[in-house]
């Protein structure tokens, strides 16, 4: 059975970091493209940043520059940095796992979902 369970994320100030982790469980880690996505009230998902099993990174222009994407094959892990947090950022983060080796950016062709973890940036 397939698991994603996220952490790291919390409260805090504008222009402050944060890094989410991303524990996956119950496949063959390095052969797929994680990803993370975000959701804020009253909003739809949305791509943030997605590493494929190749390394390659891809940003959402919104993040591009504060945010870095990697991952650890031997923790079954993927992270996700986040400096220069802003308000706009405030968000509940889901980690995702996709089978396709071609990054998609909609959440609806993603296969698998974490719980969620709540970043919250006051100002």
């Known amino acids: 059975q397939v698991q994603l369970v996220e952490s790291g994320g919390g409260l805090v100030q504008v222009g402050g970091s944060l890094r989410l982790s991303c524990a996956a469980s119950?496949?063959?880690?390095?052969?797929?493209?994680m990803g993370w996505f975000r959701q804020a009230p009253g909003k739809e998902r949305e791509f943030v940043a997605a590493?494929?099993?190749?390394?390659?990174?891809y940003y959402a222009d919104s993040v591009k520059g504060r945010f870095t994407i990697s991952r650890d094959n031997t923790k079954n892990t993927v992270y996700l940095q986040m400096n220069s947090l802003k308000p706009e950022d405030t968000a509940v983060y889901y980690c995702?796992?996709?089978?396709?080796?071609?990054?998609?950016?909609?959440?609806?062709?993603?296969?698998?979902w974490g719980q969620g973890t709540q970043v919250t940036v006051s100002s």
């Open positions: 119950g496949l063959t880690f390095n052969s797929y493209t």
């Open positions: 590493i494929a099993r190749t390394y390659s990174a």
């Open positions: 995702a796992l996709d089978f396709t080796a071609v990054v998609v950016f909609t959440p609806n062709d993603w296969d698998y």
